[in-house]
């Protein structure tokens, strides 16, 4: 009777306050079979240790979810894509536009800085390639035809496969000069070896990207309107499904559209590539790559990563766009031409394209008038406007042909230090 | 100047002398005697610790007294194994023959290294009473820790399915 009574006596646990439980679990158990058991002991042990392990779970990973019947088969995709994910970005650390070098800053391959001479395009690619498997895994509906694996895990990550985001910080880490163009971070897929400088991802075949500086997506050579332009702070998800050939993005943590790469051009042409992330870099800004290694911005629910992969895709054609090969034939020889013997800030300007005798074509209202400073040399010629290639071309030449008479070089467009621009001629030679 | 002992008045209402390195140990006592520089030296009151397990606090104290402070830089450089068990073996002598005790005065150990943000004397006791619970069967647990059983059958058809429970689990 006395040794029963002692063996009941009191729950010891009851006095220990449930933080100190969790840290018990989590800093000195964590075997699974101990926790297992310790989950069959009674329901505070139960919730213990339930709760501990979401806990680690989403300091970890972000959202977790219990493990359920229902999202079992979560488990086996997100374990495959954590152990097959890319891990950083491979990138060119120096190169020249203009005939002055850039160079490109990274410590762990998934933060980045430019230094230098901003202007030319240069593209930073993953180690590995999206895995197709993992999203099919998670994707593969109905989930409750799998049967209970011996998974000994109680929770889950929940996260989206085959996604990564990036972002634009508000940081500027070292000393730029822009020659040309405005601040552009291109996001999106492309192969192994696109191009590392020279060109922007989506300006090729094979590859796809949202560019910040117009918003628009960007597929194999043709853009079209797609979203709005990215600023220093924006967080850009961009995810592959490519089971069903979508590409969807987000923005800060919220779901932004969806490319079908069925549609039109495919982006395969009929051959097996693996999708590798790229991001196409044009800024003074730093910014940040994190493939799940940090909790992302977007954190979606079971139902609502199923229904981001049935949402029908809010942009879907190519077939009426724009093309720009030619832009970036012609641009890399502009390129070309002028990196030799290219004057260094400050400039001694010869003259300012103010007057519509050098400037003739005419832009619509929403990108400006190109009389104006705030119509660039470069987003006039390569994007902002739609005129025609030919119009584009007529306006560089008589620009050119301008500054040559004038025995100057050019033409340039340069910070007015107020958030405006100009451009002209200046003169030439080595500084 | 400050005096080389600390008075505290334990729950029990009994005033205990402890050195003051002993009582630096301590976060608790070193921040409460940071915050009363200068004031009278009165015994501070730890209304949440027992005289018995006071002094179990500063026997430990005593010999770690020269145990090098925790250093937040090995944390750091070790951040990946955070997520790791911690090494479950206890390996001074002195501190097996510490935690040899009764349950009951363990957990009211622990519950004053918490109180006293003593860390050292707080992880020994976290990982002794893990390592009671490991390798154990939820039957022995319960009898070791006397703890009900309070689940119902459908809580444990609930487990063993997420688990995949095996034959050993009850």
């Known amino acids: 009777m006395d040794a029963l009574t002692s063996a009941i006596e009191i729950n010891l646990f009851d006095s220990l306050p449930t933080e100190l439980l969790y840290y018990i679990v989590i800093q000195h158990i964590k075997e699974e079979n101990d926790v297992r058991r310790l989950t069959c002991v009674c329901r505070r042990w139960r919730d213990v240790c339930i709760n501990s392990y979401r806990s680690l779970c989403e300091a970890k990973w972000g959202t977790c979810l219990q493990l359920s019947e229902d999202i079992i088969d979560w488990s086996t995709a997100l374990r495959y894509e954590v152990s097959h994910r890319p891990t950083s970005m491979q990138w060119l650390e120096t190169g020249s536009s203009f005939g002055r070098k850039w160079y490109l800053h990274s410590e762990d391959g998934l933060s980045f800085h430019l230094e230098g001479i901003l202007g030319g395009d240069r593209t930073i690619i993953a180690d590995r390639p999206f895995d197709s498997r993992s999203f099919s895994y998670a994707f593969g509906l109905p989930l409750e035809a799998t049967t209970v694996s011996s998974s000994t895990e109680t929770l889950l990550a929940l996260r989206p496969p085959n996604y990564y985001e990036v972002t634009i910080t508000s940081n500027k880490k070292a000393e730029t000069m822009r020659q040309r163009g405005t601040n552009c971070v291109a996001i999106g897929f492309a192969y192994k070896d696109f191009p590392r400088e020279k060109v922007m991802p989506g300006w090729l075949q094979k590859s796809l990207a949202w560019h910040g500086d117009d918003g628009k997506i960007f597929l194999n050579g043709l853009s079209n309107s797609f979203g709005r332009q990215l600023i220093p702070g924006d967080t850009v998800g961009c995810g592959l499904n490519d089971k069903e050939l979508l590409i969807y993005y987000t923005v800060n943590g919220k779901p932004s559209g969806v490319v079908n790469l069925d549609d039109g051009e495919t982006f395969f042409n009929g051959e097996a590539e693996p999708f590798y992330p790229v991001v196409g870099l044009d800024t003074e800004y730093e910014i940040q790559v994190n493939f799940g290694n940090r909790p992302f911005l977007w954190n979606p629910t079971a139902s609502d990563l199923r229904d981001e992969a049935r949402r029908p895709p809010c942009y879907v054609s190519y077939r009426n766009a724009a093309p720009i090969l030619f832009a970036i034939v012609f641009c890399l020889a502009v390129h070309a031409d002028i990196s030799e013997d290219f004057p260094q800030p400050p400039y001694n300007v010869v003259e300012t394209f103010t007057s519509g005798e050098i400037t003739s074509i005419t832009c619509p209202a929403d990108c400006g008038n190109p009389d104006s400073r705030h119509c660039l040399w470069n987003a006039d010629i390569q994007n902002t406007c739609s005129a025609t290639y030919a119009e584009k071309r007529s306006v560089e030449e008589k620009r050119q042909g301008r500054c040559q008479q004038l025995g100057a070089c050019g033409p340039v467009c340069w910070s007015d230090g107020q958030g405006g621009y100009a451009c002209g001629c200046v003169s030439c030679g080595k500084k | ?170």
């Open chain 2, 1 to 170: 100047m400050a005096s080389e002992s600390i008075s505290v008045t334990t729950s029990d209402d009994q005033t205990i002398q402890l050195s003051r390195k002993h009582a630096q140990m301590s976060q608790t006592i070193n921040s409460m005697l940071e915050d009363s520089v200068g004031a009278d030296q009165e015994a501070i009151p730890l209304p949440n610790v027992s005289s018995e397990v006071l002094k179990k606090v500063i026997d430990w104290c005593t010999h770690h007294e020269n145990d090098p402070a925790p250093v937040e830089k090995v944390k750091k450089l070790n951040k990946k194994r955070e997520y790791k068990a911690k090494n479950s073996t206890i390996s001074d002598e002195w501190d097996k023959n510490f935690v040899n005790a009764e349950l009951r005065v363990i957990v009211d150990i622990l519950l004053a290294a918490n109180y006293l943000d003593v860390k050292g004397l707080f992880e020994l006791m976290c990982k002794h009473i893990a390592n009671e619970l490991k390798g154990k069967t939820p039957d022995q647990i319960r009898e070791r820790f006397g703890i009900q059983d309070d689940l119902t059958e459908e809580d444990k058809a609930a487990m063993r399915k997420a688990w995949g429970a095996t034959k050993n689990d009850s």
